[in-house]
């Protein structure tokens, strides 16, 4: 990635230490968690606080279902599953705002009206509707608009001087609808011209708040960088912005070496290097978003992933340490994958043309490739099952080779593996493939 100079003219403002916080949706998931970031940002905003907030709870899923019944021109579920999600935004802004004449009632109401209007707008029953990732990106970015919306309110309203900046108009992108590229020469203008100068008064020691995981394209349609994306956009304020560091606020105490929902006593890491951090995300740890480390790499700022729970607790730092620091291994699980192998029709080897040719299609589908392997006859790669993609691509491979999947399948990604950590993942499992480095095995198990 190239570097993004800090135009002269901000130098001063950059050189100001703002801190760039990250809130999940598990911490804005009710009321009691919109009151704890709260909490957290009054012990902080002494020095300049630049927030990032993804959508309230499970919203994102949700939004996700009212699409659904949206592209199926279904009006009933459609009015149904957004009321859900009117209902649990009200629910919560009541009791954050006894006042029912506080603004925030109708602010909150005209994005829903906004929203109703782009389904009214015709487009439930006529042809106007865009394909699938584009209006995937123009109803799902609803979940961040609601929330930030909510939050702005309520720091104001607690006495934390907040200004609300609309990521739109902050994070440029391209037009790859549900998994956007960042523009980041427009992107560091953008944000130069809007978030410097709200910093540069001495007097607003405050949050400027933005959303998480939106942007939009030179057209100005709303774009989304991928599920999880707002870990990206604070690395993207704090890459531009150039400040020393990035929290995530997380319901976990840290980077752990395993999920505590299927590993018992997992262990917390205390300090990682980006790149071992980089490892992690990209084989799935949930924990941070697989494009966030990159620009902090490259500008040297560090990460903190902290509890909102335990804010004083110290969670995991990932900064520039040695990468071979870990001394235990790290399991990662990635689950609903599919595995399929494909091989010439005619028993013939599998030679580069076939895989220029796979690679092809694979891309043509925007497949997402977790482990590949090749043998003399067959090429076998694990991927994201995704309903949309799938069909379509085991069609087009078919109609040239031989294909056999088998859905349903896991992952396991072990860093820093020992043959015990391998025993205790294979024992009442099927492996279907493995794939050993140095430092890191891939079994993909059934
Ligand atoms: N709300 C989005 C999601 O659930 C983005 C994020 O939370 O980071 O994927």
């Given at each position: 990635m190239r570097r993004i100079p800090v135009p002269d003219k901000y130098l001063t403002f950059a050189l100001m230490d703002i801190k760039i916080f990250k809130f999940g949706g598990a911490s804005v998931n009710s009321a009691a968690g919109f009151r704890n970031v709260c909490r957290i940002l009054k012990k902080n905003h002494k020095t300049g606080i630049m927030a990032v907030v993804s959508a309230m709870g499970k919203t994102t899923n949700a939004l996700e279902i009212v699409l659904k019944h949206y592209m199926a021109n279904d009006p009933i579920l459609l009015i149904e599953s957004f009321n859900a999600i009117h209902e649990a935004h009200f629910n919560v802004i009541r009791e954050l705002f006894p006042?029912?004449?506080?603004p925030v009632y109708d602010e909150a109401e005209s994005l829903f009206d906004q929203l109703r209007g782009y389904f009214r707008k015709?487009?439930?029953?006529?042809?106007?509707k865009r394909a699938y990732d584009f209006e995937y990106d123009q109803i799902v970015s609803y979940g961040e608009l609601f929330c930030s919306c909510i939050l702005c309110n309520y720091l104001n309203l607690q006495g934390i001087p907040c200004k609300l900046f609309d990521a739109r108009e902050l994070v440029i992108t391209d037009d790859?609808?549900?998994d956007a590229r960042v523009n980041w020469e427009k992107t560091a203008e953008k944000i130069n011209a809007a978030i410097l100068p709200f910093f540069q008064?001495?007097?607003?020691?405050?949050v400027a708040l933005t959303q998480g995981f939106i942007g939009s394209d030179p057209r100005g349609d709303s774009t989304t960088l991928g599920r999880e994306g707002s870990d990206y956009t604070a690395a993207i304020l704090a890459y531009v912005l150039r400040t020393s560091e990035v929290t995530i606020w997380k319901d976990v105490p840290g980077i752990l070496n395993a999920d505590p929902k299927w590993f018992s006593n997992p262990k917390k890491l205390g300090i990682i290097s980006y790149r071992e951090a980089i490892e992690l995300a990209y084989y799935?740890?949930?924990?941070?978003?697989?494009?966030?480390i990159r620009p902090l790499e490259n500008a040297g700022i560090k990460l903190f992933v902290k509890s909102f729970q335990k804010p004083s607790s110290p969670g995991t730092l990932i900064t520039n340490i040695d990468q071979w620091n870990i001394r235990f291994p790290i399991y990662i699980r990635k689950q609903n994958q599919v595995l399929i192998s494909i091989s010439p029709r005619d028993f013939s080897f599998i030679v580069e043309e076939n895989l220029s040719h796979i690679f092809t299609i694979l891309a043509k589908h925007r497949a997402k490739t977790n482990v590949m392997q090749n043998s003399a006859i067959s090429f076998s790669v694990c991927l994201d099952r995704n309903e949309q993609m799938l069909p379509e691509l085991i069609e087009e491979l078919s109609s040239t080779y031989e294909i056999r999947y088998n859905y349903n399948v896991d992952l396991f990604t072990v860093r820093h593996y020992t043959p015990s950590a391998i025993r205790r993942l294979t024992k009442s499992r099927t492996v279907l493939l493995e794939q050993r480095t140095r430092h890191t095995v891939h079994l993909v198990v059934k």
């Open positions: 006042d029912e004449s506080h015709g487009h439930l029953y006529d042809k106007t790859t609808f549900r008064n001495p007097g607003s020691l405050s799935g740890a949930s924990v941070i978003h697989p494009k966030t």
